[in-house]
T-cell receptor, first 112, second 114 residues
Framework: GESVGLHLPTLSVQEGDNSIINCAYSNSASDYFIWYKQESGKGPQFIIDIRSNMDKRQGQRVTVLLNKTVKHLSLQIAATQPGDSAVYFCAEASYNTDKLIFGTGTRLQVFP | ETGVTQTPRHLVMGMTNKKSLKCEQHLGHNAMYWYKQSAKKPLELMFVYSLEERVENNSVPSRFSPECPNSSHLFLHLHTLQPEDSALYLC?????????????FGPGTRLTVT
C-alpha cells in the first residue's frame, strides 16, 4: 500500500554543519512532494516542494533531491543553525489519487 | 505568523463535555482543512471545505462535527470524545481546494481528553 516514512526519527548535528533528512515513499505514481518544518508549539510550515519531472530543487539554504528510481526524497540544509531545530516531514501526492500523504517526521537537533 | 489563528491553544475536556475549536484565516483563501496530529503518527486529514462546502470527510467519527459558516472561519465541534482523541488539532487553509498547493497551517489546539 501507500506509505511515506522517514529513515531516522532523530538527527543531531553541530551548528554550521550540513544536515540531510531522508524520506522514502512507496507509491511510484506520486508526482509531487513537499517538505514541511514544524517547530515546537507551531503548525507545519512549507519549506520547499518538487515535482517528479525534476531531480533537484534549491531554495534558500535548502535543497531537495528526488530519486525516483529508489523512491527516495531528501532535504539538505546547508550551514545548519539553531533556528533549524524542528521536526521535518515530507508529504507526497499524485494526480491519480488526489491525496496528500504525510510522513511521521524526523526531529532535527542542532548543537552549538 | 501564518495568517491562520486557532483558539483555544490548549483544551482539557472530559468525555461527556461538549466543546468547539475555532479557526480563522486572514488570507482570503477559499479552502480550509482540519487535521489531527497524534504522537508518532503521520498527519491525518479529517475534513476539507472549499467555498464553504464540505468536499471531503475522511471517515471521521461522528463525535467530530465540522462547521464552516464562511470562507474565513472553520469550527470543529466536539462531543463525547474518547481519550484516544487526545492530539494536536491543526487547521490549514489554501488559496483553492488543491492538495498540491501550499497550505498554511495554524498553531494548533492541543486537546486532552480525560
Amino acid at each position: 500500500g501507500e506509505s511515506v516514512g522517514l529513515h531516522l526519527p532523530t538527527l543531531s548535528v553541530q551548528e554550521g554543519d550540513n544536515s540531510i533528512i531522508n524520506c522514502a515513499y512507496s507509491n511510484s505514481a506520486s508526482d509531487y512532494f513537499i517538505w514541511y518544518k514544524q517547530e515546537s508549539g507551531k503548525g507545519p510550515q512549507f519549506i520547499i516542494d518538487i515535482r517528479s519531472n525534476m531531480d533537484k530543487r534549491q531554495g534558500q539554504r535548502v535543497t531537495v533531491l528526488l530519486n525516483k528510481t529508489v523512491k527516495h526524497l531528501s532535504l539538505q540544509i546547508a550551514a545548519t543553525q539553531p533556528g533549524d531545530s524542528a521536526v521535518y516531514f515530507c508529504a507526497e501526492a499524485s494526480y491519480n489519487t488526489d491525496k496528500l500523504i504525510f510522513g511521521t517526521g524526523t526531529r532535527l537537533q542542532v548543537f552549538p | 505568523e501564518t495568517g491562520v489563528t486557532q483558539t483555544p491553544r490548549h483544551l482539557v475536556m472530559g468525555m461527556t463535555n461538549k466543546k468547539s475549536l475555532k479557526c480563522e484565516q486572514h488570507l482570503g483563501h477559499n479552502a480550509m482543512y482540519w487535521y489531527k496530529q497524534s504522537a508518532k503518527k503521520p498527519l491525518e486529514l479529517m475534513f476539507v471545505y472549499s467555498l464553504e462546502e464540505r468536499v471531503e470527510n475522511n471517515s471521521v467519527p461522528s463525535r467530530f462535527s465540522p462547521e464552516c459558516p464562511n470562507s474565513s472561519h472553520l469550527f470543529l465541534h466536539l462531543h463525547t470524545l474518547q481519550p484516544e482523541d487526545s492530539a494536536l488539532y491543526l487547521c490549514a487553509s489554501s488559496q483553492n481546494y488543491d492538495r498540491l498547493g501550499e497550505q498554511y497551517f495554524g498553531p494548533g489546539t492541543r486537546l486532552t481528553v480525560t
